[in-house]
């Protein structure tokens, strides 16, 4: 039978030089992952949840397991849905779904459907895949009524590694990604591995239940981002490199604040520009590239080489 450190799946996620990379996750991360969500947002059995991510995009592991594992609908969304807000809320409407999860960037598409209102059997909304901006957070409570959380976490963590429940009326500027799920650790480092003090800015490092196996076939990558746990006496114990700038606050929620590297975001899927130069190069008629992401519109952030 299976055990806790027996691979669950692996996902591939994009690398700088050019080759993706396959990220190894295990049994254990999966299993603490929906014993968290069963705490922190729990479904019932009457909950309908809408399953719309691709599953090569690592929140569909979410989408599909915690549902199933208390009883609740899982509605697959049909294709169009996935690109057309006109589809997904039709979708919604359809079945009465309860809970969406949703990239920030259709988030803001879907804001602008004038058939929102009809969306009133949600009860909660999951943000996760890119960060959650003030003014979307704002726009989302002025038209719809259900809870809004703002999730956070590397595939290289098992989905999600911090939730925040985002407030009505709240003062702050910056949506924070909140504190870590159960069994995680979360550190906010200078350059020489040293914790920094509340508020300041550093790069963030998880530890815990969530974390992968490494890189598949990749040794050399693994021991990069896959480093030695600093502040851990147990024994093979290791912390992921983010490359993401975080900060602490002082109520002990995480500001995520950017990226250490040239690492992007479009509509949530994790992109290097390099990746891409790199096959771009490969074509006898470019000499030199560089690939930019650019959002002409709001929201619309597209990549341009």
Known sequence: ??????????????????????????????????????????????????????????????????PLLVGAELIMAAPDSQVEPSQLVESIVAHRVTILQVVPSVLTQLLDEPNLPRCDSLRRVLSAGEALSHDLQERFFERLSASLYNLYGPTETCVYSAGWMCQRMTRERVVPIGRPIAN????VLDAGMQPVPIGVVGELFIGGAGLARGYINRADLTAERFVRHPFSDASGARLYRTGDRVRYRGDGNLEFLGRVDHQVKIRGVRVEPGEIETALRRHSGVREVVVVAREDGPGDRRLVA
């Open 1 to 66: 039978g299976a055990t806790a450190d027996n691979l669950a799946y692996v996902i591939y996620t994009s690398g700088s030089t050019g080759t993706s990379k396959g990220v190894m996750i295990p049994h254990r991360a999966v299993c603490n992952l929906m014993d968290w969500t069963q705490t922190a947002v729990p479904l019932t059995g009457d909950d309908r949840v809408l399953q719309r991510s691709s599953c090569s995009f690592d929140v569909s592991v979410w989408e599909f397991f915690a």
């Open 184 to 187: 995680t650790q979360m550190y």
